[in-house]
């Protein structure tokens, strides 16, 4: 039965390889910069839109009838031991992508991929092997991104700047207003990233997709993601 669903699996995540040839896609992180006036203009902009984890507490918050993705992603396995089921029940005929190292035991439609937080970061062509994660769930969308065909990619609400209550002894840590959406971790402990790990990835997908002919461009409205070129939303849009 296992390997069924391997071969599953598999067949679907083959399903997407370039798929959307050389179409354009925009990132939408859950920062505090993120903003609903700019949400209805990336969902009528036509490029394919990915968010993470539990966007999908925004449906009912700030009542974004009008959007939906087209992939939700997320690599984080406290994430996923804690909502995977909650944010596969709400994708809304999204493809939900979980990065993960053990399989899950999950309900309904989801596709999985290995990870590795490799150090030094390389970047993936495919996610057959492991994907390499920089330590942030967009990295992985962005690599995802690339074995569909897209090599055009904006960052909107990646804000990269990552507040939290002092580590605990297991390494974890509570707290903090890193999003835009309310109660976004329900009170539960979370592993912090590594901010140096995360753009120094980032640096290296740029580098990666400006070698053929794409480049990523950040038009979130505040960041801390420097060493990724800037552009105002409306004319990434």
């Known amino acids: 039965m296992r390997i069924i669903r391997e071969l599953r699996n598999l067949l679907a995540l083959n399903s997407f390889r370039n798929m959307y040839g050389d179409s354009e896609c925009i990132i939408v992180g859950n920062g505090p910069s993120v903003e609903v006036n700019d949400l209805k203009l990336i969902q009528d902009s036509g490029k394919v839109i990915f968010t993470f984890n539990r966007f999908y507490l925004a449906y009912e918050q700030l ?3 009008f959007f939906r993705p087209d992939f939700i992603m997320s690599i984080d396995p406290q994430m996923i031991k804690d909502f995977g089921q909650d944010i596969i029940d709400n994708r809304n005929d999204a493809t ?3 990065g993960i190292n053990n399989r899950n035991a999950l309900e ?4 999985s991929f290995y990870i590795k937080n490799r150090i030094p970061f390389l970047f993936q062509k495919t996610p057959f ?5 920089g330590d942030s769930s967009v990295i992985a969308a962005i690599q995802m991104a690339y074995f569909m065909g897209m090599k055009k990619i904006y960052l909107y609400g990646v804000d990269h700047n990552f507040k939290h209550d002092i580590k605990s002894s297991d390494g974890m840590v509570k707290g903090g207003s890193n999003h835009f959406i309310k109660d976004y971790r329900s009170g539960r402990k979370w592993h912090p990233p590594v901010s140096e790990n995360i753009e120094l990835a980032f640096k290296a997908c740029d580098k990666y997709l ?3 002919d794409g480049y990523i461009v950040n038009c979130s409205r505040r960041t801390k993601l420097d060493n990724i070129e800037r552009m105002d939303l409306n004319d990434c849009l």
Not at 108 to 111: D, K, L, M
Not at 129 to 133: D, P, Q, V
Request: charged content about 40%; hydrophobic content about 35%.
């Open 63 to 65: 009542e974004l009838e």
């Open 96 to 98: 939900v992508f979980f």
């Open 108 to 111: 309904g439609e989801y596709i």
């Open 129 to 133: 092997n492991r994907i390499s994660t």
């Open 210 to 212: 400006r070698e053929r």
